[in-house]
């Protein structure tokens, strides 16, 4: 966490640009895939789930909006299973 702060603070005062994009999306990406991984109880390759992963994305962008996973009448929202579960 000191590295990272030591190199902000020196882009900055040298007007330098500092671009730590990749490192972020790859570790966020790496919940999902581990998640991916556990709800399916399958091994799931790095390149098949970036290629064919299951979508996220909200139906629609809106505060109002529902959404992608809502309870049923008691409450209790959809349960990923391990077996049943298909990363893609």
Do not use: C
Request: charge should be negative; avoid cysteine.
């Amino acid at each position: 966490m000191i590295q990272e702060h030591a190199d902000l603070v020196h882009a900055v005062r040298n007007g330098e640009k500092l671009n730590d994009a990749w490192y972020g999306a790859t570790s966020s990406f790496t919940a999902v895939f581990g998640r991916m991984a556990t709800y399916s109880g399958q091994e799931v390759n790095w390149d098949d789930a970036v290629a064919k992963g299951p979508d996220e994305m909200p139906k629609k962008f809106a505060f109002d909006a529902d959404p992608r996973a809502m309870p049923d009448k008691d409450g209790n929202y959809p349960m990923a299973v391990p077996g049943v579960y298909k990363p893609y």
